[in-house]
């Protein structure tokens, strides 16, 4: 289930389902359609946010998003290693990124690990036609 935040997701269709029977994801950085904030301090508390707004003790996938918006550095030597702590005190499974541009994130996956890189894209794939789905 992806859960983003500026969409007013919740976990509520969850509520009395065996919590290890599906995959929680959910990203960080974007936090509207012009803002972006992937410093540390934000990414925390947006992880934070998350787990009390879901109601869960850990998130399995939590994804910075839209990268080529952000300092590619700067998500690669701050925003995933604050993931990554996160992901040690078990509050997090696997961390991620998302973006269009490929060299974006092969940018930020040369510099740090991660786990998941999705690769957003405009066209459809379901009809073959190029056209939005």
Not at 71 to 90: F, K, N, S, V, W
Not at 98 to 124: E, F, I, K
């Amino acid at each position: 289930m992806k859960t983003p935040s500026r969409r007013g997701c919740s976990a509520r269709p969850l509520r009395g389902i065996e919590r290890s029977s599906y995959v929680l994801a959910t990203k960080v950085g974007r936090y509207g359609d012009d803002t972006f904030d992937f410093t540390a301090e934000r990414v925390r508390r947006s992880v934070h946010e998350n787990l009390s707004r879901l109601g869960t003790d850990h998130l399995d996938l939590v994804q910075c998003h839209d990268i080529e918006f952000g300092a590619l550095d700067q998500i690669a030597d701050e925003t995933l290693p604050a993931l990554r702590e996160l992901q040690d005190a078990g509050l997090v499974r696997s961390v991620g990124s998302t973006g269009y541009p490929l060299d974006a994130l092969r940018h930020v996956a040369d510099r740090a690990a991660v786990d998941n890189r999705t690769v957003c894209s405009r066209v459809g794939v379901g009809d073959g036609t190029g056209r939005p789905l």
